[in-house]
């Protein structure tokens, strides 16, 4: 993959990239979620079901988050982002703030993030440090107990999906690093960029699900190979 004819670049991130930081991946070898089932605690059902638990558990990730930080690839990202010319869009299907504690700018979180609220009296969003659970008073409208983490469950609208939608439709390069390709919309990102004439790029520990979509795959650790592909791009 060669630097010609390359312009616009998107990059879809997932839970990989961040493994190397220390933080869990959802489908591990025990196909657990740190201990729990993804429906117990990444659904509005399972919310609505056991608000307690759903916030000890997000809780937790955001306490987890303190104590980790950005890795090689982050970094790399962050410096292909500041040093691209052309278009760039990270889009990162990740809740922790590892890119942008890197250093990345034109980012997305289309997941939502674990550091942020989301009031559902007043709908008002803001970044919130420490835990929340149930009993969290909205900074915007004085609120008590319906503050919930600003995360897209299953079942819910990832956000920016326009925005994403076309820098994908636009890009000369869609680039998918360390996710598992298992979650739609953003599985389905490297069949748009191909329909499109986009150039497609894997980078995974394993083929993800739609590894067979991909020009490219380069098989290995996302801390390894995602410096080595930025050195070559801006080469
Ligand atoms: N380097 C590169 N890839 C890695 C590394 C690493 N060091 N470690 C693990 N991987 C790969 C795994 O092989 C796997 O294919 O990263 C992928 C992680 O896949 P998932 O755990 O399924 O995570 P992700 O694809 O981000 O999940 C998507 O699912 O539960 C939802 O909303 C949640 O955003 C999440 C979405």
Redo the contacts with the bound molecule.
């Keep these: 993959m060669t630097r010609e004819g390359i312009r616009n670049i998107v990059i879809l991130t ?4 961040s ?2 930081s220390g933080l869990a ?4 070898p025990d196909g657990l ?1 740190e201990g729990h089932r ?1 429906e117990d605690v ?1 659904t509005p059902e399972a919310f609505r079901r056991d608000p307690g638990l759903v916030h000890a558990f997000y809780d937790a990730r955001r306490a987890k988050l303190q104590t980790v930080t950005p890795n090689l690839a982050h970094e790399a990202l962050a410096r292909l982002d500041e040093q691209w010319p052309g278009e760039l869009l990270l889009v990162t ?2 809740v922790d703030d590892l890119h942008e504690r890197a250093g990345s700018n034109r980012l997305i979180h289309m ?1 939502g993030q674990v550091k942020k609220g989301w009031c559902l009296r007043c709908g008002n969003r803001f970044a919130w440090d420490g835990a929340m659970g149930t009993g969290a008073e909205c900074p915007s409208c004085g609120g008590i107990g319906q503050v919930r983490p600003d995360i ?1 469950w299953f079942g819910e609208m990832p956000y920016e999906m326009e925005r994403i939608d076309q820098a994908v439709r636009d890009c000369d390069l869609f680039v998918s ?7 739609y919309p ?1 599985a389905g990102f490297v069949q748009t960029a191909r329909y499109c004439g986009g150039r497609t790029l894997e ?4 083929p ?1 699900m739609g590894s067979f979509f991909f020009d490219e795959s380069r098989m290995g ?3 390894e190979l995602v410096p080595r592909w930025v050195d070559e791009l801006l080469a």
Excluded at 25 to 28: K, S
Excluded at 177 to 183: E, F, K, N, R, W
Aim: aromatic share 6%.
């Design positions: 997932g839970a990989g990239v493994a190397e991946t959802f489908r591990g979620w993804v990444a299907q990740n997941h897209v690093i360390g996710t598992s390709g298992a979650v953003a980078i995974n520990l394993e993800s650790k996302a801390a």
